[in-house]
């Protein structure tokens, strides 16, 4: 489970996933709060799963889902990093960027924080040209971490998840995309 990771931030450890962050993993995945914008909470298995396809995906790409922690208490709190979509979406291939939180950590600029580590890793460890970020219309507190970030509304590019039947209420998609600094003289 040993992959690069971002620099540490003020507040915050990006890190590679750990054994023990499958449990407070699995909590905060079956926490309606966390998981209102997306179609279900995961149970025990699921949540694993995910667990395992993410240290996967660490492993195949050489970055990810980084484990997040406060550096002040060494303590998992969620999730911020890159990810290869699994599915084919309309504007890919890509890489996108994500966060999940506790619940108790949302509104202290964690998720943003975190972002901006994860976003300067994959523009200048990765060497990405674009990342992009998609969420629920309906998930705002996302789409503002989105905007904090600098990211660019893409109205053209806002879809339909195809995961989704027609008419769900998390169907409708919004995509954001930033790319790479120009390199400085």
Known sequence: ??????????????????????????????DPRVMACFPSTLDDAQSDALFDRIVAHHAQHGFGLWALELKTASRFIGFTGLAVPQWHPPFGPCVEIGWRLAHDHWG??????????????????????????????????????????GM????????????????????????YRMCAPLPSD
């Open 1 to 30: 489970m040993n992959a690069a990771a971002p620099a540490p931030t003020a507040r915050l450890c990006l890190r590679a996933w750990r054994e023990a962050d499958r449990v407070p993993f699995r909590a905060i995945n079956a």
């Open 152 to 175: 660019r509304h893409d109205v053209d590019g806002d879809f339909d998840h195809p995961a989704l039947p027609a008419g769900h209420r998390l169907a409708r998609h919004v995509l």
């Open 108 to 149: 202290h600029g964690y998720a943003t924080e975190a972002a901006r580590a994860a976003l300067d890793f994959g523009f200048q460890v990765v060497g990405l040209k674009e990342i992009v970020s998609f969420t629920a219309a309906v998930n705002q507190r996302s789409e503002h971490v989105m905007q904090r970030l």
